[in-house]
């Protein structure tokens, strides 16, 4: 068993990291991650699991397919980017000036006291999954003899 494991451990991490971005765009659109810049994550999920599978069956596309994972890990650092200024918002309590009828100023801040339901920020080192895969399918891929 252990010379099996050394003579295809690349082609299992690569399989392995083809089983992580499938499992990765499955939980994107079941959440909902979907609009606007957010489709770039489930799309770069699928490219990313496409990428491996070709770069293990086809031949002399390994390399290609190595350049197209790195860039699949780029996309989770502008996710990364993304969710952090997402999370900075969420924190920052909004401001809002109350004027009276003599025109002094007062400072509120709205929603305290009150009860109900507060947005959640997006966890800042979720999009960080991708930049993994990416990474470790590329190495897996880029080690593995032909």
């Known amino acids: ?3 099996v494991l050394l003579k295809r ?13 499938l499992t990765l765009l499955a939980e994107l659109l079941l959440t909902g991650h979907t609009e606007g810049i957010q489709a770039l994550a489930p799309l770069a999920a699928a490219v990313g699991a496409g990428v491996v599978l070709l770069g293990l069956w086809v031949r002399g596309g390994r390399f290609w397919a190595v350049g197209l994972l790195l860039l699949v890990g780029g996309t989770g650092l502008v996710g990364l980017v993304q969710h952090a200024e997402e999370a900075l918002e969420a924190l920052a309590p909004a401001r809002v000036q109350l004027v009276d009828k003599e025109g002094r100023e007062y400072f509120a801040y709205p929603g305290l006291g009150e009860e109900g339901e507060k947005e959640t920020p997006p966890p800042p080192l979720a999009p960080l999954a991708l930049s ?13 003899t032909p």
């Open 1 to 3: 068993m252990r010379e």
């Open 9 to 21: 451990f690349p082609e299992l991490v690569a399989l392995f990291a083809a089983l992580g971005f």
């Open 132 to 144: 993994g895969l990416g990474i470790l399918g590329a190495l897996a891929l880029y080690v593995r």
